[in-house]
């Protein structure tokens, strides 16, 4: 079946721009988290989403990172006035049974 | 704190064996994870282990120990198409996962 897809692959923006990451889930996966993963580094937690509610945004960098999940499916990652250190990878992940995690391809994001 | 410590790299030779350690340190403990993941693409569930002993898939066997706050990964007859980064991931008591910086193996012929 279908594996987490995550749109753009790609995304090449200007320092103080705004951008939004879309990550579709496995259908059916109650469980979705986002991430960030920097070069030589583990995947850092961002939020967890449980259905259609941030069950834990603790991983937030800051009040420039924004996530929604309005119809516990489609989830949105939103970053306002990016920054140079925003560059990274954005992974998503989905689950079923918080057992199992499917990640997505991830989203390379280069703010210049 | 919450720390994950495994090697920054390690280097094989094709068909032989290999064992890619993990130590952790989480509040409260909810199972070990590792996880492949090849140069520029997502990472891959390989192994999960939340009781104390060995796990076998395959080549591939991962062992913990809870009271030690230790895990390995055991690659056997090992091909170049191993060659990935292995992330270890403890889950909290939180469900969260704490990731390593993952170890770096290089297979050479």
């Known amino acids: 079946g279908a594996g987490v897809s995550q749109t753009p692959s790609n995304k090449v923006t200007e320092k103080g721009k705004y951008v939004e990451l879309r990550c579709d889930p496995i259908s059916g996966h109650t469980a979705l988290y986002w991430y960030r993963q920097s070069l030589g580094q583990g995947p850092e937690f961002l939020i967890y989403?449980?259905?259609?509610?941030?069950?834990?945004d603790s991983g937030l960098p800051n009040d420039r990172f924004f996530a929604v999940r309005p119809e516990g499916s489609v989830s949105t990652l939103k970053i306002q006035r990016t920054e140079r250190g925003d560059s990274a990878v954005y992974l998503c992940?989905?689950?079923?049974?918080?057992?199992?995690?499917?990640f997505g391809p991830g989203t390379r994001l280069l703010v210049l | 704190g919450q720390n994950i410590d495994q090697p920054t790299e390690m280097t094989a030779t094709e068909g032989a064996i290999v064992q890619i350690n993990c130590t952790y340190q989480t509040s409260g403990f909810n199972g070990l994870f590792w996880y492949q993941q090849h140069a520029g693409e997502a990472p891959t569930f390989l192994s999960y282990n939340v009781l104390d002993g060995l796990e076998e898939k395959g080549r591939f066997s991962s062992f913990l120990s809870r009271s030690k706050g230790y895990s390995y990964l055991l690659l056997k007859e090992l091909q170049m198409k191993d060659s990935a980064s292995y992330l270890c991931a403890a889950r909290d008591s939180n469900y969260q996962l704490i990731w390593g910086a993952g170890t770096k193996l290089i297979i050479k012929p």
């Open positions: 992940a989905s689950s079923s049974d918080r057992e199992i995690f499917d």
């Open positions: 989403f449980q259905g259609t509610g941030a069950a834990d």
